[in-house]
């Protein structure tokens, strides 16, 4: 593959074109072999002046237990679920290492084989948006957290209700992560609107806590609020009552100051 040249004066003054471009190689292949199927590695071959030549390899030629029909998933790939993740797991393509709110495509879940508990299960469904029930705060949030926590994963390998089939495993481990809140107060300001795009004022905001404890604030003429000293490390379930719209509630995790945490109304 040819490698395009933005080298221009002045840096072909002080540099050589190879001390320029020779990064380029190794870098392609890192992010080329994060979307191999597994089994499957690319590395830098040749690197003759503007070419660069890619090998491809597997340690399975005869494809002896290679990846089953479906979506191939890559090699080494962190998943981490969070209810303000900003996207959910896709579900025509292999995910990539992110953070993704908990998602299922398929409905409805079937049991998982023993010693899983049986459904039903809370569904968090395919869009971004979904009512707080379905998140993990709201089937977690006030629960006691100490005890036995345990994973329990099935791979249909693409193909909607059929029996378990894994084909690839869990091979860092797993971990769950507590965030208890703590003294120290952050911000978290935002802005409510019309479905329009306009500031509406005089509309309340709430926070509510685990422990039912609500916080409240007005918006003013543009739409804007502010929460001052919100303890840190705790989940918020965030909600805008108004006379006009409806809003659809939020569930934040405060681990800093936030801004921009904005709600639109529904007509």
Same mark, same amino acid.
């Given at each position: 593959?040819?490698?395009?040249?933005?080298?221009?004066?002045?840096?072909?003054?002080?540099?050589?074109?190879?001390?320029?471009?020779?990064?380029?190689?190794?870098? /392609?292949?890192?992010?080329?072999?994060?979307?191999?199927?597994?089994?499957?590695? %690319?590395?830098?071959?040749?690197?003759?002046?503007?070419?660069?030549?890619?090998?491809? %390899?597997?340690?399975?030629?005869?494809? =002896?237990?290679?990846?089953?029909?479906? *979506?191939?998933?890559?090699?080494?790939?962190?998943?981490?679920?969070?209810? *303000?993740?900003?996207? *959910?797991?896709?579900?025509?393509?292999?995910?990539?290492?992110?953070?993704?709110?908990?998602?299922?495509?398929?409905?409805? =879940?079937?049991?998982?084989?023993?010693?899983?508990?049986?459904?039903?299960?809370?569904?968090?469904?395919?869009?971004?948006?979904?009512?707080?029930?379905?998140?993990?705060?709201?089937?977690?949030?006030?629960?006691?957290?100490?005890?036995?926590?345990? /994973?329990?994963?099935?791979?249909?390998?693409?193909?909607?209700?059929?029996?378990?089939?894994?084909?690839?495993?869990?091979?860092?481990?797993?971990?769950?992560?507590? /965030?208890?809140?703590? %003294?120290?107060? =952050?911000?978290?300001?935002?802005?409510?609107?019309?479905?329009?795009?306009?500031?509406?004022?005089?509309?309340?905001?709430?926070?509510?806590?685990?422990?039912?404890?609500?916080?409240? %604030?007005?918006? $003013? $003429?543009?739409?804007?609020?502010?929460?001052?000293?919100?303890? =840190?490390?705790?989940?918020?379930?965030?909600?805008?009552?108004?006379?006009?719209?409806?809003?659809?509630?939020?569930? +934040? $995790? +405060?681990?800093?100051? /936030?801004?921009?945490?904005?709600?639109?109304?529904?007509?």
């Amino acid at each position: 593959m040819p490698l395009r040249d933005h080298f221009r004066p002045p840096l072909d003054d002080r540099t050589a074109w190879e001390g320029f471009h020779g990064g380029w190689p190794a870098v /392609l292949v890192q992010h080329l072999n994060r979307h191999l199927p597994v089994r499957y590695v %690319a590395a830098p071959r040749v690197h003759s002046g503007t070419q660069l030549e890619f090998d491809l %390899a597997t340690d399975d030629p005869e494809n =002896v237990g290679g990846p089953a029909p479906g *979506i191939p998933f890559p090699n080494h790939v962190t998943l981490t679920f969070s209810d *303000i993740a900003a996207q *959910i797991v896709p579900d025509s393509v292999a995910p990539t290492t992110g953070n993704y709110k908990p998602t299922n495509c398929e409905t409805p =879940v079937l049991s998982f084989a023993p010693p899983a508990p049986a459904v039903p299960y809370t569904e968090p469904g395919c869009s971004l948006i979904r009512p707080v029930e379905q998140t993990m705060f709201g089937s977690f949030g006030l629960s006691d957290p100490n005890g036995t926590w345990s /994973l329990y994963v099935r791979d249909d390998n693409g193909a909607p209700f059929a029996p378990e089939s894994v084909v690839g495993s869990i091979a860092g481990g797993w971990g769950i992560e507590f /965030l208890s809140p703590t %003294a120290a107060g =952050v911000e978290v300001s935002g802005r409510v609107m019309t479905p329009d795009g306009r500031g509406l004022r005089n509309a309340t905001v709430t926070m509510t806590n685990s422990d039912g404890v609500t916080l409240s %604030a007005v918006t $003013s $003429s543009f739409g804007y609020y502010k929460f001052e000293h919100v303890p =840190v490390g705790g989940s918020f379930v965030m909600n805008v009552n108004s006379r006009l719209y409806r809003f659809t509630p939020r569930v +934040v $995790s +405060v681990t800093d100051t /936030l801004t921009d945490v904005d709600f639109t109304g529904l007509e």
